[in-house]
């Protein structure tokens, strides 16, 4: 069974550095575009940054400049290196990937559990 497996996150102080990573478990045939997205408390989940399989990434304006998303598409992992954090970067960050399964299936999405990421100031 196909999952994104979350690491990293905690608790910070402004300024500080963070890295986030997810792994598809489970061995999936390829995957697509992997990211990662965000949510506060009361508010809508929003993305931060994402990567397609041929390496074009997209941020958030709010995270442009600051983080950097990168990704093994070998080992269908996906990392977040957040540096100069903001007590409004905290929020639940979750993983998100487009992901064929197996060689005939079609890509469907998958989420993560989720990681908390505290920017204390």
């Known amino acids: 069974q196909v999952q994104l497996v979350e690491s990293g996150g905690g608790l910070v102080q402004a300024g500080g550095s963070l890295r986030l990573s997810c792994a598809a478990s489970?061995?999936?045939?390829?995957?697509?575009?992997m990211g990662w997205f965000r949510q506060c408390p009361g508010k809508q989940r929003e993305l931060v940054a994402n990567?397609?399989?041929?390496?074009?990434?997209n941020y958030a304006d709010s995270v442009s400049g600051r983080f950097t998303i990168s990704r093994d598409t070998a080992k269908n992992t996906v990392l977040l290196q957040m540096n100069s954090l903001k007590p409004e970067d905290t929020a639940v960050y979750y993983c998100?990937?487009?992901?064929?399964?197996?060689?005939?299936?079609?890509?469907?999405?998958?989420w993560g559990q989720g990681t908390q990421v505290t920017v204390s100031s």
């Open positions: 998100n990937a487009v992901l064929r399964p197996h060689y005939y299936s079609d890509p469907r999405g998958y």
């Open positions: 489970g061995s999936p045939f390829s995957a697509l575009a």
């Open positions: 990567i397609t399989s041929g390496g074009i990434t």
